[in-house]
Each structure stands twice: as structure tokens, then as C-alpha cells.
């Protein structure tokens, strides 16, 4: 149980594009859904916080109009990176939590290369 | 504010040896505390969690922890380790103050000697 599931799970663009990723709940419905930046050999860092519904709450720094997060149902949210830059190349990381649960189940990662 | 310090970036050991990865965390609630393994290019996989039950929590592939509230530490241990160990390892401190996000600690990456 509490499977989390991501696509894609790698994907290559040209800079200027954009870019959807989704993270959805396959066994449970997430209340709270979390999208994390990981930079090779670092830690994971927070972007944004989505609940559904809801407008995301995005992380000190991170960018709203760049990195546009939508929750629209209980198992499925989705994180669009807008006009990509080579900067923006990392692995994205979803998790999700259901309420009543103070446990976040990850998926297992997008790396995103652009080019 | 919680906040959760991993003392040692990397940690090597002998295959066959114990594993000792150190945790520290801060907290002004009581906390929940995790440890996840993340094997290259992979996701997170949850190893044990704390969240105020028993204070030595035996978790998957032979990994255990132990929460010390007058240490504030919950390092991570396993008697013998095995190749497939190696990896990266973070300690997480759940904030408590009705957002469930996660503090990651920066991580250890264990590396095990044949």
C-alpha cells in the first residue's frame, strides 16, 4: 500500500520550453501532495506544499510562475516548469500524505536535463 | 522551530562491520523522526519511523534507532554491514505545527568496503 507514482521519469528538453511532471497516489487519496529539488549530492529541498483543492504554498525563493503546481484531485498533482533553463536541470521528488498520517510516501523521482 | 543535523557527510565501513549513522535533531514538540535510504538516481525508501511509541525502532534490512530525548539524537545503526548498504541516508524531523512538512538533515553517504 501507499504507492506513489511518477512521470515521466527522465525527460529532456530544449531551454524555453516547458515541462509537466505528475505525481499521483495509486493505492490512497492524498490530501497534502509535496514537491522537492534535489541537486546532485545534496539534500532534498522543499518547493511547495499543494493541498487539494487548493492553491499551492510555495517555499521561501521559490518561484510561483516558474514552477506551477495544480492538485486538482485527490490522487493526482502535477508540477509544470515554464520556460525551462539549464539551470532548472535536477530531480524533482513528489510525496503525498493522507490526512490523520504524519508519514509522506515518495515517488520515485524525475530527472529533468534541459538542454 | 525543528531543525535536524546528520553529524558525519560520509561514513565508510568494512563489509561484515556495524553502521553507525549519527542524528541529531532539534524540536520544541515532541517529534516524529524518520530515516529513508536513497540508492543512486532513485527515490526515498522509508527505513524505520519514531513517533512516541517504543524508543528503539527496528526497522527494514536489519536497521535500527534509537530516540534519546535527553541526547536529542536518533542515530541510525545496523550490527553488520552489507554491500547493497551503500547509499545515501537522511534523517528527517517532521514539523509537528499542522503543515506535516519534512527538515531533511544534509544526508550520509555510507560507503561499504568489500
Known amino acids: 500500500g501507499a504507492v506513489v507514482s511518477q512521470h515521466p521519469s527522465r525527460v529532456i528538453c530544449k531551454s524555453g520550453t516547458s515541462v509537466k511532471i505528475e505525481c499521483r497516489s495509486l493505492?490512497?487519496?492524498?490530501?497534502?501532495m509535496f514537491w522537492y529539488r534535489q541537486f546532485p549530492k545534496q539534500s532534498l529541498m522543499l518547493m511547495a506544499t499543494?493541498?487539494?483543492?487548493?492553491?499551492?504554498?510555495?517555499e521561501q525563493g521559490v518561484e510561483k510562475d516558474k514552477f506551477l503546481i495544480n492538485h486538482a484531485s485527490l490522487t493526482l498533482s502535477t508540477l509544470t516548469v515554464t520556460s525551462a533553463h539549464p539551470e532548472d536541470s535536477s530531480f524533482y521528488i513528489c510525496?503525498?500524505?493522507?490526512?490523520?498520517?504524519?508519514?509522506?510516501?515518495f515517488g520515485p523521482g524525475t530527472r529533468l536535463t534541459v538542454l | 522551530a525543528q531543525s535536524v543535523t546528520q553529524l558525519d557527510s560520509h561514513v565508510s565501513v568494512s563489509e561484515g562491520t556495524p553502521v553507525l549513522l549519527r542524528c541529531n535533531y532539534s524540536?520544541?514538540?515532541?517529534?516524529?523522526l524518520f530515516w529513508y535510504v536513497q540508492h543512486p538516481n532513485k527515490g526515498l525508501q522509508l527505513l524505520l519511523k519514531?513517533?512516541?511509541?517504543?524508543?528503539l525502532v527496528k526497522g527494514i534490512n536489519g536497521f535500527e534507532a534509537e530516540f534519546k530525548k535527553s541526547e536529542t539524537s536518533f542515530h541510525l545503526t545496523k550490527p553488520s554491514a552489507h554491500m547493497s548498504d551503500a547509499a545515501e541516508y537522511f534523517c528527517?524531523?517532521?514539523?509537528?505545527?499542522?503543515?506535516?512538512?519534512?527538515?531533511f538533515g544534509t544526508g550520509t553517504r555510507l560507503k561499504v568496503l568489500a
Open positions: 493505492d490512497f487519496q492524498a490530501t497534502t
Open positions: 499543494s493541498n487539494e483543492g487548493s492553491k499551492a504554498t510555495y
Open positions: 524540536s520544541s514538540y515532541s517529534p516524529s
Open positions: 510525496s503525498a500524505r493522507t490526512g490523520g498520517v504524519n508519514e509522506q510516501f
Open positions: 519514531y513517533t512516541s511509541a517504543a524508543t
Open positions: 528527517v524531523v517532521s514539523d509537528l505545527s499542522g503543515t506535516y512538512k519534512y527538515i
